[in-house]
């Protein structure tokens, strides 16, 4: 069910809590980015904008792009595999149980000194145990900002979700970060440590972030830009996050929350149960 159970699978219920809690965070919007009206709410991506999300200043020391952090395992026909020991070719599993090839895997490194914390869009966000339902993620899980998770029928940016409980940015220790991701021969969500994250979807902007692009060129030249397996969501500025809050903000009395709006919420309510049982 993506990750979220039967309840958020749908609009979700909105409750009061939610609805304050969103109210504050409105609140906090305006007061720390100074978020005027009229703003654009949340919605599907462009293409322009998802390939920004991948687009820094410098890729070699700022991965923007949608990856998975070492040491993250992808469930296959024969198990859980961690991601760096995976070759083209490997069969991967899907969200609806299919086993597909691997078609390609991209690879970005990122050196730090280890006596410092890393660059702040270097740093993984960490998806807790349990952040979006029993057992997805079954154990903690490291991904890039910009690294799409599939909740509520849309694919939605992970750092759209950080709410310094169960989504937080944290920092790892050692002098190198490396991120890996998968491509298959059509974009698709993957399980990984037990939780629906996307495939790459490739573009030749994106492309040029990792490391091994050369090996991708060699093998298979330029890229055809992917097509996504899903509708593309994010809060795209403070203005729409904004205009989410507020939606979220009044579902108590007229939901009109879009399906990111309610993704977000349930990892909200997930965090605040999960807080109580701990």
């Known amino acids: 069910m993506s990750g979220m159970d039967n309840e958020a699978a749908g609009r979700g219920k909105p409750d009061m809590k939610l609805s304050r809690r969103s109210l504050v965070a409105a609140g906090a919007l305006v007061m720390t980015a100074g978020v005027g009206l009229g703003a654009k709410k949340a919605r599907a991506l462009t293409d322009a904008e998802r390939e920004n999300l991948c687009d820094g200043d410098n890729a070699n020391t700022t991965p923007f792009c949608q990856c998975f952090l070492s040491g993250t395992h992808l469930l296959t026909p024969n198990g859980e595999i961690a991601i760096e020991h995976m070759r083209i070719g490997d069969l991967v599993s899907t969200e609806n149980g299919e086993a597909r090839a691997i078609r390609w895997i991209g690879r970005i490194t990122v050196d730090r000194d280890s006596a410092a914390p890393s660059h702040t869009d270097a740093m993984p966000v960490r998806v807790a145990k349990d952040a979006f339902g029993m057992g997805s993620p079954h154990r903690d899980l490291y991904l890039s900002r910009a690294h799409m998770v599939h909740l509520n029928g849309v694919l939605i940016p992970v750092g759209d979700l950080i709410n310094g409980r169960t989504i937080t940015v944290v920092d790892v220790p050692g002098d190198q970060i490396a991120y890996y991701h998968v491509e298959l021969e059509t974009h698709d969500v993957l399980i990984a440590e037990g939780a629906p994250c996307e495939s790459f979807l490739t573009t030749v902007e994106k492309l040029v972030s990792f490391d091994n692009a050369d090996e991708y060129y060699a093998l298979y030249g330029a890229p ?53 049982a701990a």
């Open 224 to 276: 055809a830009d992917t097509a996504p397996c899903a509708p593309l969501a994010a809060f795209v500025g403070g203005r729409s996050e904004l205009k989410s809050r507020l939606r979220s903000a009044i579902a108590v009395v007229v939901d009109i929350r879009e399906p990111q709006d309610v993704a977000r919420d349930h990892v909200e309510r997930r965090a605040i149960e999960l807080a109580k």
